[in-house]
């Protein structure tokens, strides 16, 4: 029997812990957790509690490490030193995976050891392995969806119940979804980091973190829920990622949605994401996105993986796609602002709609994603609402067929 180390014992380490007492797991079993405090009460036997990470990554009769702490750069720390120990490796920290995944992908082909991280993106959801194995011979032409249960949850309240941005927040911290500081999942970057470890798997391409854009909730103001109420639409915070013609690009916005749009059925912290591929079509998945017992069952999963030594296949390394030229990029958003000056900012390529009172302006048109991830700073820094409308186009490309009809099944 495999012998395990985990580190980290909060709301993931402690579900994983419960899991695999309840299903009887037989082919590995918890030699040791490491956690930080010693202070705290535990559910587990205190004779099996450690309070150095080092102390199981250099235990010579732990196989596997499983972590699962809230520090992105020790979790780096202890993601290296396991791998280059020899040690099959499993986390859940998404902002570590994606900040590193190059380095860490190339370490573990080195050290000839497993690394695997399906909880990290959309808790539950198999989504990792569904595009690494399934779809590993498949050409993705897209990956939209909802990864981010937070920023879900605030957007669920406001349009159902009716709550202003501020009370659904302060709901969602109390009921223990959203941090303290809240940025990293109202501001567009947990579902950032998940795109990019997705853009692998499905275009075999490495995406560094400040090379796609995110917006967030945090700056939609009444006026833009009540003009999406309006045309009946919902208000998403979408991570989407598209390839046309071999070339890729992606970007994190707040998205309108249609019903017809799978993505408008999905409420509160649930998570969905819709697959469309070059020849089986589009699909959905749905399911938690976070939780103790969704992500420990992710975790679980990706433990069987490691014992039977199976790991990534990352098939589409081989041939990956290109990235393609940010100024080539038009998406059309809709925009509104108070101060006039921010029009010119924006550089709208051309606009299809537009509202200008002595107070706000209101326009939709197309920008160039390299205009909008110039301008990003300042637009974020004057609470300019961008929310995308679905519409994209990749200038000097032929348009494919396939892209169109998705634009067309989606209107
Ligand atoms: N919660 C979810 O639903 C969810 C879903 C998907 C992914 N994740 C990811 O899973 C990871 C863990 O999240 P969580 O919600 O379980 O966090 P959490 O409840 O805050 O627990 C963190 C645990 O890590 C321990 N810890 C922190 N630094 C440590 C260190 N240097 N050495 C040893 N132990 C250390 C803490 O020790 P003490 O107990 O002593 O404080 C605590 O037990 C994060 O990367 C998160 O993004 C979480």
């Not at 605030?154 to 911290?173: G, T």
């Not at 470890?197 to 909730?217: R, S």
């Not at 700073?377 to 000097?396: D, F, M, P, W």
Request: charged share 25%; aromatic share 10%; glycine share 6%.
């Amino acid at each position: 029997m495999k012998k395990i180390g985990l580190i980290g014992f909060g709301c993931v380490g402690q579900g994983l812990y419960l899991l695999l007492n309840s299903t009887g797991y037989e082919k590995a079993q918890i030699k040791s957790i490491a956690v930080k405090s010693k202070d705290k009460p535990r559910i587990a036997p205190n004779e099996i509690l450690r309070y150095s990470a080092d102390e199981l990554i250099d235990d010579p009769e732990i196989d596997i490490i499983i972590e699962a702490i809230d520090d992105a750069d020790a979790a780096f720390d202890i993601a290296r030193k396991t791998i280059v120990a020899g040690k099959d490796f499993i986390t859940a920290n998404k902002k570590m995976v994606a900040t590193h995944l190059e380095e860490l992908t190339a370490l573990a082909q080195l050290n000839n050891v497993v690394f695997r991280y399906e909880s990290a993106v959309c808790g539950a959801i198999p989504i990792v392995q569904t595009i690494d194995n399934y779809f590993a011979y498949e050409p993705i032409l897209s990956l939209r969806g909802i990864f981010n249960g937070t920023s879900n949850y605030i957007l669920s309240k406001i349009f159902n119940e009716k709550l202003e941005y501020r009370v659904a927040l302060k709901q969602a911290q109390d009921l223990g979804f959203a941090e303290t500081d809240p940025t990293a999942d109202v501001g567009g970057y947990d579902p950032k980091y998940k795109l990019i470890i997705l853009a692998l798997h499905a275009f075999g391409v490495y995406l560094a973190n400040e090379d796609v854009l995110n917006f967030g909730i945090d700056s939609l103001n009444k006026e833009d829920i009540d003009f999406a109420r309006e045309r009946n639409l919902k208000i998403k915070l979408v991570p989407s990622i598209y390839q046309i013609d071999g070339k890729v690009f992606g970007y994190v916005l707040p998205e309108f949605v249609s019903e017809k749009d799978n993505l408008y059925q999905v409420e509160n912290e649930f998570n969905g994401v819709n697959i469309e591929a070059g020849f089986a079509g589009a699909q959905f998945l749905y399911g938690r996105g976070a939780g103790s017992f969704p992500t420990a069952s992710a975790v679980a999963s990706d433990l069987d993986h490691v014992v039977n030594k199976r790991g990534y296949f990352y098939q589409k390394k081989i041939k990956p796609s290109t990235v393609a030229d940010d100024a080539n990029i038009l998406i059309e958003v809709y925009t509104r602002f108070t101060n006039e000056a921010i029009q010119k900012v924006l550089a709208f390529e051309n606009v299809t709609e537009g509202l200008f009172t002595e107070d706000f302006r209101q326009l939709t048109g197309y920008i160039s994603l390299k205009q909008l991830k110039n301008v990003a700073h300042i637009l974020k820094r004057e609470k300019v609402s961008i929310i995308a409308t679905g519409r994209r186009k990749l200038i000097g490309q032929k348009t494919t067929e396939k892209i169109l009809e998705q634009e067309k099944r989606r209107a």
